[in-house]
């Protein structure tokens, strides 16, 4: 068959909505066995703000904290923050675009968990600006117990972002992270020491960070870097390079303009010596 065939559909230009709701119909006629989980996820749903409200509520719920409570304080926080939608259909359409094992929109929001956690982290780091912490640890606890994904919900992160598999990530209180990053499992932006302050590592737009890797400290990834699989960065990292090894050092530029879209992890070894 013609390579071509197996291309994915173009992200639709304009709202996501409705291409998932159409999206889901399908799956309910081809998998009847998913027809409650579908339409309680997606196609019950008048928006795409209510659907992501409806999803934090049912995964984060425990004997703690009911379902319709955690559906209030989403609700609440996707009506005040519009900001939240976008941050969320930037996030789907970045897992679209760039993983390839996502061929439909509405695969995140049903099925992959590092969509689903970073969506949490947002209503999280939304009741922590607004002066609501005890609620956004709450929300940061039940993520890492859910999910296994562990994210203060003081971090800063950006929009456009993939968190791809998402096992084991560890982000800081003090971190921050760019437009358009892409990670993978088992990455850490961790701080060292006990000092308290501004202690974790800032992570520029477009960086790819690869399975296992470890940040740490108040230092700077460089704008389009890539950081190889299972390496240990600890000083600063120019723009577009390629950093590998423990500790970590470049051992070339990072060989595209946008690492973070091609998700290309095989680097070459002529630098390290």
């Not at 304080?73 to 923050?81: G, Q, T, V, Y």
């Not at 689903?116 to 609620?135: S, T």
């Not at 971190?175 to 990053?181: L, P, S």
Request: charged share 20%.
């Amino acid at each position: 068959m013609d390579a071509q065939a197996f291309r994915k559909p173009a992200v639709p230009p304009g709202g996501l909505w409705p291409h998932i709701q159409a999206e889901a119909a399908a799956a309910v006629q081809a998998e009847p066995l998913l027809g409650a989980l579908i339409h309680a996820g997606l196609l019950h749903h008048q928006s795409f703000r209510a659907a992501l409200a409806y999803r934090f509520s049912l995964k984060l719920a425990s004997g703690e904290m009911s379902e319709q409570i955690l559906r209030e304080i989403a609700d609440d926080a996707h009506r005040r923050s519009p900001a939240l939608a976008r941050a969320a259909e930037a996030d789907l359409r970045a897992v679209y675009e760039r993983d390839p094992a996502c061929h439909r929109l509405m695969q995140p929001m049903l099925f992959f968990k590092g969509f689903q956690a970073l969506q949490a982290y947002r209503i999280g780091h939304w009741l922590w600006d607004n002066d609501r912490r005890d609620m956004a640890y709450f929300v940061q606890m039940r993520c890492s117990e859910v999910f296994g994904v562990d994210i203060h919900p003081a971090a800063r992160i950006g929009t456009g972002v993939m968190i791809d598999h998402a096992h084991s990530i560890v982000i800081g209180e003090t971190a921050v992270v760019g437009d358009n990053v892409s990670m993978l499992h088992s990455v850490t932006l961790g701080g060292t020491g006990k000092e308290d302050g501004d202690r974790h590592p800032k992570i520029g737009e477009g960086v790819m960070i690869g399975a296992g890797a470890k940040v740490l400290g108040n230092i700077s990834v460089g704008h389009h870097s890539r950081v190889a699989a299972g390496s240990v960065v600890l000083t600063d990292i120019p723009p577009c390079k390629t950093v590998a090894g423990v500790p970590a050092r470049i051992v070339g530029d990072a060989g595209c303009d946008t690492p973070s879209d091609t998700m290309e992890q095989i680097i070459g070894l002529e630098g390290i010596v």
